[in-house]
């Protein structure tokens, strides 16, 4: 087992950036080399917490000769730009998802980053789940018969809280909010645990936050297979967060903790299967950091490099396409659309 540790260096150390953070240091093979955030207070205090270098630009970060990789959490408008100087310096990059603002800034950097030959990885941290890679052996199993329908909410009240960063109440820099934040999350899922997408329909209105910003959306969506799948998402209500896949013979109940399996003979319950997963803390995120370096060292391709952070995009961007148009939207025209 090899004892290398990448050397990384991160930009965009509050919020989730601290997430990151700390699964860097517990993913065994990453080392902190150093960071930068616009809050330079707030840098300097990362990186005294984590034994690392401030630096004062993300120019400076990057071109640090000590670091292979670069993690950018960071607002969705900045992935471009920073993943492009990125590649002149010639650093793997870890970006959080979503990948780009748009489909054709996205293929620009997955194909970047394959001419350079370094490693992309995406930040669909929540297929890494327990409770998703549960539900997944069983699907393989075909425990819960032929699938025939997904359900899945996943919301919380930020845009009625103080502190939203305003980049995402902006809609030139957020493109239909909570979808792009927080639905994206289980359209990797979907994808992950039955497949790729066929069509979307979506409407979305303003609510309650100030402004022009989408803040509750809902979506339906077809797979491939056939399989229908309603998928909402607000940034003004309660917390919600679930995945029920229904089957012929069984239905699969996903929330971040626990997983629920029931099994049917002719639709009634007969068998009732249960797991919890509450002592399972970040590791979502340590596997995903410990997997990015695991690439780097060894020039593998991450389980969600740029064509599943593309295609996960593309899933939003067609949203977006239905709700300006109030139709359905096929995701191979958002896919195949020309660069200008």
């Known amino acids: 087992m090899s004892t290398r540790r990448v050397r990384i260096g991160q930009a965009g150390i509050a919020n989730h950036g601290r997430t990151i953070l700390h699964a860097i240091r517990d993913a065994g093979n990453l080392e902190l080399v150093s960071c930068y955030d616009i809050n330079a207070a707030a840098n300097e205090s990362a990186a005294r917490e984590f034994g690392a270098r401030a630096a004062t630009s993300y120019e400076e970060l990057v071109q640090d000769p000590r670091i292979e990789a670069v993690a950018l959490v960071t607002p969705n408008h900045l992935h471009f730009g920073q993943l492009e100087k990125a590649v002149r310096a010639r650093k793997h990059v870890f970006v959080e998802k979503p990948i780009a603002n748009s489909i054709l800034d996205a293929r620009r950097m997955i194909r970047m980053m394959e001419e350079a030959g370094l490693v992309l990885m995406v930040g669909h941290n929540t297929r890494r789940r327990r409770v998703f890679r549960g539900a997944k052996q069983i699907l393989q199993e075909e425990l819960i018969g032929k699938v025939a329908l997904v359900e899945a909410n996943l919301s919380r009240p930020a845009g009625l809280q103080p502190g939203l960063p305003p980049w995402k109440a902006d809609p030139t820099k957020c493109t239909l909010l909570p979808m792009m934040q927080l639905g994206i999350h289980l359209v990797d899922t979907i994808s992950y645990l039955l497949g ?79 797991k919890d997963f509450s002592s399972e803390g970040a590791e979502s995120y340590i596997l995903q950091m410990r997997e990015f370096g695991e690439c780097v060292i060894n020039g593998k391709r991450p389980e969600t490099g740029g064509e599943e952070g593309l295609r996960a995009l593309a899933a939003i961007e067609a949203m ?21």
């Open 320 to 340: 977006v396409r239905s709700v300006e148009t109030r139709s359905v939207v096929e995701l191979r025209s958002v896919l195949e659309q020309d660069e200008p």
């Open 196 to 274: 790729s997408f066929k069509s979307v329909s979506c409407f979305a209105s303003n609510i309650a936050m100030e402004g022009a910003v989408y803040d509750s959306s809902a979506a339906t969506l077809q797979l491939e297979s056939g399989v229908p799948v309603a998928l909402t998402s607000s940034y003004v209500s309660a917390d919600a967060y679930f995945l029920r896949i229904y089957g012929t013979e069984g239905t699969i109940q996903c929330t971040p903790t626990h997983l629920t399996l029931d099994l049917l003979e002719n639709g009634e319950l007969v068998d009732r299967r249960e």
